[in-house]
């Protein structure tokens, strides 16, 4: 049995800084073998860095995914390429910079990772179902298990992926709501699914910014400065076991950490 710590969108310093407190307790704690974690929001909540990614590989993170933040620090598209450890969604313009997926590989287990984003209310993609297809044949037949990031607003839509690719991959887990779902089940064929998998960050907020800023523009509709938001930090990931025999999973839960 393997334990993957799928850990949902770090949100700028203080999520980074409370991980890094805690990743290597969690780690022991639960004998975790592998930890995945979406950083769009480490730099100041938007985007990632070359710093930043290699700030969260030093304190245990083996694999880092993106979503619609992927480039949203000027200098990332430039730097994505130089941390092996990062993939940038796949489904977004072939163009982009980055990988598109990633193998770790810790202690003969090899687990295949990559990120689709929904179509549903964000900014067009290509079909997430078909990118998911053609990287999941492709990891399959080199890795032992595939763990499948949807980051999408809709939850239809997460959901529907997690039933598409049941039986196929190890885990299907989404992540960009910033909020975690109660939901978490492995499907009648294998494949363990969460519709959120929350953020890491301040939850005394909006989805990791100040309240204030963010409140006063749903009543006036004028452009504001959104940062970052400090109170009530958590860990939100998801904690899924995987049979590596078969590439399935046997058992996920939503782990939330709190300060005190
Ligand atoms: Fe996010
Ligand atoms: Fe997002």
Known sequence: MKKVLFIGDIVGRPGRTFLAERLSSIRRKHGIDIVVANAEN???GAGLNGRIAAELASIGVDAITLGDHAWDQKSFPSEIVSHDYVCRPANMA????GQTSLV???GGFRL???TVMGRTF????QCPFLAADRLV???????DAVLVEIHAEATSEKIALGWYLDGRVAAVIGTHTHVPTADAAVLPKGTAYLTDAGMTGPYRSVLGREVKPVLERFLDGMPRRFEVASGDVRISAALIEIDENRGLAEK???LTVRKD
């Open 42 to 44: 480490a730099a100041g």
């Open 94 to 97: 072939a163009a982009c910079p």
């Open 104 to 106: 770790v590989e810790k």
């Open 112 to 114: 295949g990772v990559f």
């Open 122 to 125: 964000m900014n067009p993609n």
């Open 137 to 143: 044949d492709e990891l399959k037949a080199e890795t």
């Open 252 to 254: 996920v839960e939503l």
